[in-house]
Nanobody, 119 residues
């Protein structure tokens, strides 16, 4: 199993910044992708940003404001969020997909971290 632990959520005023981090642990052989999703009250979970071995992709709503990055040595993925808006308020979830040592695949989720942006 792969365990993901998120940190860095909180309350911030509009225009402010937060940095989310997600650390993965377990018998991981390789990652296919690591990403961040969010779910606001009454809405479906949506992709925020994802990073693969060579590419990054962002939701249109966060392009130019959020930056996703990975630290391969530490098995972590980070999300730097700048110019935050009230509509960014949501629970943010880390996701990781890849291959375990025993060559089976995994698709794991973190527990979620609350981000609240006040106007």
């Amino acid at each position: 199993q792969v365990h993901l632990v998120e940190s860095g959520g909180g309350l911030v005023q509009a225009g402010g910044s937060l940095r989310l981090s997600c650390a993965a642990s377990g018998s991981i052989d390789s990652f296919n992708a690591m990403g961040w999703y969010r779910q606001a009250p009454g809405k479906q979970r949506e992709l925020v940003a994802i990073i693969t071995s060579g590419n990054t992709n962002y939701a249109d709503s966060v392009k130019g404001r959020f930056t996703i990055s990975r630290d391969n040595a530490k098995n972590t993925v980070n999300l730097q969020m700048n110019s935050l808006k009230p509509e960014d308020t949501a629970v943010y979830y880390c996701n990781a997909r890849g291959v375990l040592w025993r060559k089976t695949t995994f698709d794991s989720w973190g527990q979620g971290t609350q981000v609240t942006v006040s106007s």
